[in-house]
C-alpha cells in the first residue's frame, strides 16, 4: 500500500500555556518520538511557524529539536503555510504573501529550512527547501494557486472537493496540475482522512482491512488532517499510527516524493473549498461556510473589523519602507507602526471566524479574544483617524453583544445541535458497514486506553474515552442482532 499521510500541527497565537503544554504532551511529542522509534515511517508534515514560538517560549525545545531529527533523516518534509493560521482566500494578496514570508523566516530560524522566497532573496542555498504549500484550514482558491506558484512552491494541498463538489471522482493513478500555472495540486481522500479522524479505526488491523484496495495497482493513498487527532481528540490513536507504520504492507511516502514516480500529470479546473466543507455548503453555494457564512451577522461584523485593521495599517505613511528607511524616522511614530503590523499579523488567526460559526463549534472566549486584538490594531496604528477607532470600538461591542445575546436566546445551541447530529450521522452511518466483532475490538481497544489513562489520573481524558464507548455500545444494541 503506496500511502502518503499529512498531518497538521498548529495552536493559535492566543493559545493559552496549559492547552499549548496539554496537547504537546498528548500528541505533537507522541507522534515524533513514534516516528524516531520507526526508521521506516514518513509523512509530511506542517508545522505552524507561530507553534514553533509557542514551543520556544513554553520550553518544548525538544519536540523542535527531534523534527529537526526527522528532517534530517529524510522522515519528513515540511510545507510553507501562512504564519498566523489565516483564512487566505479572504485576505489581499499583500497580506497572502506576508503571511508566507514570515512563516518561512520562522521555519529558516528553527529548523534552517529555506521555502522559495528566501532563497531568491539570500541566493545562499538553504539545506532543505520547503516544495510544497499547505493553506490553512485547507482553505483552496484557484487565485490563491496562482500566488503559491508564483512565488516558487511546486505542489499545493487542497480537499478533494477543490477537484469536484462530488465525492470519489479522484483518480490517484494520476497527478494533478492548476489549470493555467506549472503547480502540482494534490487532493486529500476525504472519506478515507474522516474514518480515521473520526476514531472509527481504532486498531491497525481494521486500517488496513478497510483501506486494503487503495494505494495499490499504480495507485497512492492520501490522507490528511490534524496532529491533535492522534492523542488528544483521539486518546491512544497515536499508538494506532504507530501500529499501522510498523505494518510491512505499508509502503509509506512523502508527498514531494510523488514527484518523482511516473505518474501521468493532467491539468484540471479546480474549485474553492476546505476540508471542514459538508455538503450542506455546496448545496448553498458557500465554501468557506465555518468563517464567513452570509447569514452569520458575527461573521460580517468580524470580517469588516479584520479589513479595517489591514486598511489603517496599510494606509499608514511607514507601509512599504524597508527596515534602512525606517531607520531614518522618528522613533516613536515608527514603533507605533511595528506594534501595530505585529498586532496585525497576529490577529488574522482563522480560529475567532472557526469558533463564531456554532456550526456545531462554538466559543464567545474566542471570539472576544481575536475582536479584541483586531480592535487594538486600529488603536494602535499611527495613522487611525478618530473615526476609525471608534468604528473599530463598535464593531468589537456589536460582536461581543450579539455573542451573548445568541446564547441567552438558545440560537447557539440550536444551531450546534444541528451541526453536531449531523456529523454524528455520518459517522454512525460508516460504522454500520463493520460486523458486531469489529465495534467490539474497537470497544475493547478504546477500554484498554481508558483503564491505562484513569490508572495514569488522566481521568478527563479518560471520560471521552468513556463517552465514545457508550456509543459504541448504544450503536451494538440497535443495529446488531445477537
Known amino acids: 500500500m503506496l500511502w502518503v499521510n499529512f498531518l497538521h500541527f498548529y495552536q493559535p497565537p492566543t493559545q493559552k500555556k496549559y492547552w499549548v ?9 507522541k507522534i515524533v518520538d513514534h516516528l524516531l522509534q520507526n ?15 509557542l514551543w520556544d517560549t513554553y520550553g518544548h525545545h525538544d519536540v523542535i529539536n527531534k523534527i529537526r531529527t526527522l528532517l534530517e533523516r529524510g522522515q519528513i518534509e515540511l510545507t510553507g503555510s501562512a504564519k498566523y493560521h489565516p483564512l487566505l482566500p479572504k485576505l489581499p494578496d499583500s497580506e497572502i504573501k506576508r503571511q508566507i514570508y514570515l512563516n518561512e523566516l520562522s521555519l529558516y530560524k528553527y529548523f534552517g529550512i529555506e521555502g522559495p522566497i528566501l532563497s ?45 463538489y462530488e465525492f470519489g471522482k479522484i483518480d490517484f493513478s494520476r497527478l494533478y496540475k492548476v489549470k493555467g500555472t506549472d503547480l502540482i495540486i494534490f487532493f486529500r481522500d476525504r472519506y478515507s482522512s474522516f474514518k480515521v479522524l473520526s476514531g472509527q479505526l481504532a486498531t491497525s488491523k481494521l486500517f488496513l482491512e478497510e483501506f ?31 501500529e499501522i507504520y510498523r505494518d510491512k504492507s505499508i509502503d509509506p511516502k512523502k508527498i514531494s516524493e510523488l514527484l518523482e514516480l511516473p505518474f501521468e500529470i493532467c491539468e484540471v479546473e479546480t474549485l474553492p473549498a476546505t476540508w471542514a466543507l459538508m455538503e450542506i455548503d455546496i ?37 512599504g519602507l524597508k527596515d534602512e528607511e525606517l531607520s531614518k524616522l522618528s522613533e516613536f511614530e515608527v514603533e507605533k507602526y511595528k506594534k501595530a503590523r505585529n498586532l496585525l499579523d497576529r490577529s488574522l488567526h482563522s480560529d475567532q471566524f472557526w469558533w463564531a ?21 486600529v488603536d494602535t496604528a499611527p495613522d487611525s483617524t478618530e473615526k476609525d477607532k471608534e468604528k473599530a470600538r463598535k464593531f468589537y461591542f456589536d460582536i461581543i453583544t450579539t455573542g451573548f445575546e445568541w446564547q441567552r436566546t438558545g440560537k447557539v445551541d440550536e444551531t450546534s445541535r444541528k451541526y453536531d447530529e449531523e456529523i454524528k450521522m455520518v459517522v454512525d452511518k460508516d460504522l454500520s458497514k463493520y460486523s458486531k466483532k469489529d465495534v467490539l475490538e474497537m470497544v475493547d481497544r478504546l477500554t484498554k486506553e481508558m483503564n491505562e489513562l484513569s490508572g495514569n489520573l488522566e481521568f478527563e481524558r479518560a471520560t471521552q474515552l468513556r463517552n465514545r464507548i457508550k456509543e459504541l455500545l448504544v450503536f451494538i444494541d440497535k443495529n446488531y442482532a445477537d
Request: proline share 4%; charged share 25%.
Open 39 to 53: 526508521e521506516n515511517a514518513k509523512l509530511t508534515l506542517n508545522v505552524s511557524a507561530v507553534l514553533c514560538e
Open 283 to 319: 448545496t448553498s453555494g458557500v465554501p468557506f461556510a465555518r468563517w464567513d457564512d452570509p447569514d452569520n451577522i458575527i461573521h460580517k461584523m468580524q470580517w469588516d473589523l479584520t479589513y479595517l485593521a489591514i486598511e489603517c495599517v496599510n494606509r499608514s505613511s511607514f507601509s
Open 21 to 29: 503544554d496539554k496537547i504537546t504532551e498528548e500528541s505533537y511529542r
Open 120 to 164: 531568491k532573496k539570500y541566493q545562499d542555498g538553504g539545506q532543505i527547501s520547503l516544495k510544497g504549500f499547505f493553506p490553512p484550514e485547507m482553505a483552496y482558491s484557484s487565485h490563491l494557486a496562482r500566488i503559491v506558484g508564483e512565488l516558487g512552491y511546486r505542489w499545493i494541498l487542497a480537499e478533494e472537493l477543490s477537484y469536484a
Open 357 to 377: 460559526s456554532a456550526k456545531p463549534w462554538w466559543s464567545l472566549e474566542m471570539i472576544e479574544r481575536g475582536a479584541k486584538e483586531l480592535s487594538d490594531v
Open 212 to 242: 486494503k484496495e487503495k494505494g495499490t495497482s499504480g495507485k497512492y493513498f492520501l490522507t490528511a488532517m490534524d496532529g491533535e487527532t492522534f492523542g488528544h481528540h483521539r486518546p491512544g490513536l497515536d499508538k494506532t499510527l504507530a
